[in-house]
């Protein structure tokens, strides 16, 4: 399908990632210029909101494109700007194989631009009234943060946008390099900066397996692409991907290693099981890069990443069980942990983990569109919840922890009732974004197997538990504040706005996913079928089209009683917000255990960091007492020769200039007897 | 009670009858030994080898003699600008001031202090008068003529033609400071040795805007032949000034601190330095140096005009005359020259009266944080657009210094203090018990 | 020519030995006698050299005049005389460049030396400028060895200048034709237009260096000797 | 001729090379330095002027002209050197400077 037919021209659509870029440079050029930093927000706020008004016209336009031709599943269209890369020989450019900066415009790519832009918006705008004190003035680095996130977002559209694994790479070590800055932003504070460095450090572990992985692409691809043909670019790949299948290696399929390699970066970059450390205690960032970062758009990158390669993972049975079971293990897993923190963005943290896990399953069941649904959902919902958690701290004077306070719904009213929609969604209470998501992939669960099934319609329930455990234990009970909050704790009106947006996302987004119409007949719910406009649009994309029936309407009733069962539990344990924990005393051994978080940290200390230090002091001491004891005994030869000639200098310059002189005229001389 | 003799004398000085007529019988005079004369020198007439000579001689008297109109001119401008009359006793209108002016130089006596360094003490006024005036011999005064006693060459008005005749001006220039710092030295005096170091560091600090805007005009101009800079102007018609306006601005204010004018003559500060670095200088040696200041700004005047104002160009934007080498068309030439120059000496002597001198500290940041600045972005502009071959394209060279201009304001508003510095920025003075 | 030429060096090398600052008065005066007599003998039989070359005069008058003035700034006791015969031996030297049609150096030389190193020096000397004599100008340090020293050298160059037989001398060149500053222009900025741009980033280290120098405070003033 | 610059040049150059090494006031030492720039500058002229072989260039006035350029940033910087030491000692003797070390 070409741009012809396209509202705005593809040149334009081209220049999405750009926007923010712009804005962050002038925000430097303001840093350079000394402008006043009160206003340095403007640059960016604008870039976004150019690139969010592009990419909302840009779904549209998809979305009225598939519409206009349903039988051309080719998707979308392909915007090359310019040759980057040459893959070929010198000596013969002439057919060449380039590595284009092209951008991919299909339905994946317009679902994940909608939110990404949008949400980054808004967190944007949160921003402007979150990185100020109480008195409206901006904190230090308030123009490098805005700064900071108008690259963001122009990495992480250049990661959706990327035509090729090359370019995808790209954004995705951008949006890691942005996420450490960001992390790492109160550079002063060392937790932020050990946080940023782990961050940093984890991410690097799965991205040298997605590096990997992109190689081993481009090495087994070769062979079959056609000169002039790109073996990373990604219709190329797709295109031949089937040999990938039959090809064998090591024992496995060459699907199956290239698969693995690339889930690898997934799993850093989506904070997955074993990886998923670094998410946690990113949360040292300040609260709009966490919402922005941390819940709704960079770790859904690896979701992205392993839906925009369905191609290949749907060639490996084994690789979509590998992603079946991290999913699994992690969401479980950080469900436990959740319900045993205190921290109140660091539950979320988990909560996210937890929901990305939740993508990978839907993933790893090969339904890559459910998936992605809920990636769409989430982040409404989970932005909203982190906004508002940071509205929380805002007005608690930094304090986040849970035990501190209680009962703000008195003295923050809006932000109570949009963290009631959030954590609704977020639990998902019937109706709102997150029910129909998750309620998709719990359904590809049970069709895959019922025991995974159960056990995700478990982990929903714990969900809706922890949700709402954390929600009653901040908001309700007795009002009780921190010192820190000073005499009136408020919220921002600016800070709450956003949150307003936000919240009718998180009502609104499930209903992209779902259809009207049905048999009235059989329920109130039956008026709703899944697999609404966003699936259709999703299909025409390089997804591909899973085949899987809708859920049943059984499935409907018993998610949602199950979500309602969680809420209500933690209403009946946590509603009046007691001091002591119930859980802490019921669970005993095993809550301390999730309140450890199973001990990975640790386990990771002793097995990889001890070892390692271990080895630099040795390196360290070979170096400094063997190698430059070495050195040392080398130089103290001329140490002792230039401690016997010393007495040959005086000091005096002109006695060495005569002597220079003297010299020089006596090489002439003998010069001219010699000649 | 005034002295009826004194009176009736100077009734009669005053008489415009006597002035006019004696200043007529002189031309008559003249005109009439030359007519008898010319057997005479018609044979150096011939030669085209005397011709340079005969111009640096008739050039060199009228600039020495025109030094005196200039101290009358100023005398007479100050008077304007305050408001009074000005010399208007010695002769019809103070014509005859600056006579008395000199023979009161003359007879007055020469003192030379027993603690100079005497030779120094003597040679300082010597080479301030000869360096000032050794930058007539590049300037093209009338253009190529056609000689009517040898008319198959055509002569050049010009006493040397140089191919590094910019650069010649630049060197003279820079030696200009040599006489104002060796007065202050030799003097022994703290006074004019305080004013001979200002001199000398105003002097290398202005050098440095006066090249930046002759690179400018160079640039253009392509050439550094004063008379091919002339020409250009003269054919095209269009003057440097209305392409660079600020390159202009740069050198008319350089040559100020150069010449040692208010508002930049500081050297000679009388309210601080009692005289400056001529103190101690007395009759004749101090009216040498009241020639070179004048000498230097005539001689300021006539670059700046060469280089800027179309040199013997009469008319602006037209190139009247710029081809004829006819005699008469040298006069009109000459004429014009001289009436930009007379011009610019005019600019020249109502600033002094206008305004008021900097400070030193103001004086170095004007030339350091102002002048260079702008200097060098001029330069690297019309160094762009000389690449770009649009360097004699007005609305190019007009647009550049306007963005120069635009910048050196928006600068200056932004950082929101003068260029020149306040009190505040002068730092602590620690004076140590002795 | 070689020996008279040896003559004359050995006459301005005790000349000079004479001349430089430490001796007694008259002999330092007399050293100065046999220095210009020296020079001027020197010079002269330099200009016979140039037979048949336009501005011989020139030639005689500007090397002596740079002669003397280069003796006179080794010799001299007050710094600031030293600096004003650099001035006039920076003219001089610039005249011969002129007459070598050498236009341009001539005006790089008087601008930068003249009008700008040389000053800056007399600013210099001015600031440090001593009420009475100061007693290192009035003495110098190793006259006898730094003489020899010269002497040697110049008799071991002109020894050689001196070996090429004068027929394989280049004969009476023309006038170079050309506008002088394009001659030097065109392989200055072709040619060695990276060693421009080399002096020019040397400039400005020296600019930086100069000012770094310079604006590091006084606060050591008071810990000086006397 | 040639050899009659050659020998002006080196005589400029001894003179200054005499007085580096005899005279004690350290400005005095940069002029003879500058002294024998001088001579030089003035040898490189003349080389290009009179050629051995061939026509004249001139690539002896651009050398010159490099020359000059080092000339005027050693001025630079030896006289705020110079300034600097005489601000700590109060003497121009080079005599005064015979340790590198700041004391």
Redesign the interface.
Known sequence: MTAATSILPAGLYATLPLWPLFGALLVGLWIALRVKPERAHWPVVLGVLVSAALAVTLFFDLQRQYAAAPETHAGGFVYSVYNWISLGQPASLEHNQWLAVNFYFDGLTGVMLLFVTVVSLMVVLYAVGYMRDHHGHPERGYERFFAFLGVFVFSMITLVLAGNFVLLYLGWELVGLCSYLLIGFYYGKPAAAAAAKKAFIVNRIGDFGFALGIFSLYWFLRPYVQPGENPLDYAVVFKYAQHLATAQIGGMSQATLVSLLLFCGAIGKSAQFPLHVWLPDAMEGPTPVSALIHAATMVTAGVYMVARCTPIFGLSPLALDVVLAVGMVGAVLTATMAMAQYDLKRILAYSTISQLAFMFVGLGCGVPDSAVFHVFTHAWFKALLFLGAGSVMHAMGGIIDARKFSGLRHVLPQTYAVMWVGCLALAGFPLLAGFWSKDEIVHAAFERHAAVGIIMLATAGLTAYYTFRMFFLCFHGPLRLPAEAGEHPHESTTMIRPLWVLAGGAVLAGYLGVSFGGPASESFLAIFRPHGLIHDFLHHSTIGHPEHGHGGLWLLYLSAGVALAGIALAWLRYGAAPVADPDARALGGLWRLWHAKYFVDEVYDALFVRPLRALGRLFFNTDNYGVDGVIWLVTAVPRGLGFALHYLQ?????AY??SM??G??AI??LW?WWT | MQDPVVFRVERILRSPWLIFGAGAVLAGALALALWLLFPLYKGLLADPFWFPILVMAIMLNLILSSTAICILAERKIAGFTQDRFGPNRVGFWGLLQPLADGLKFLLKEDIIPTQVDKPLFLLAPAMALIISLSGFAVIPWAGEVRWPWAPDTLVSTQVASLDIGVLYVLAVASLGVYGVVLAGYASNNKYAFYGGVRAAAQMISYELPLGLGLLCLLLTSGSLRLEEVVRQQAQSGMWYVFLHPLPFLLILVSSFAEANRVPFDLAEAEQELVGGFHTEYSSMKFALFFLAEYAHMITGSAVLVALFCGGWAPLPFSSWLADSTAWWALLIKLGAYLAKVAVCIGLFMLVRWTIPRFRFDQLMRIAWLSLVPVGIALVAGTATLTVLGLQRTWWACLGLNLVALLGMLWTAARSGRTVTGRQDDLPDIHVEPA | MPILLILMLVLGAVGLFLALPGGRADLSRLGLLVLAIGAALLVAGLTQQLAGEPGQALFAGCSLVALLAALRVVTHRKPVYSALYFVLLVVAVSILLVRMQAEFVFGALLIVYAGAILVTYLFVIMLAQQARPAPYDTRSREPLWGCLAGFVLLTQVAAYVYRRPASEQAAVLPRVGGDAILNVATPLLTHYVVGLEIVGVLLLAALVGAIAIARRPAATADEGED | MLAAHLLVGALLFALGLVGFVTRRNLIIIFLCTEMMFQGIILNLVAFGRYPLEGPPTFDGQVFSLFLIAVAAAEAALGLALVVLLYRHRGTLDAGAWTTLRDE
């Open positions: 005086r000091g005096a310059l002109q200039a005569l002189v003297i020089l005229v002439l001389v001219s």
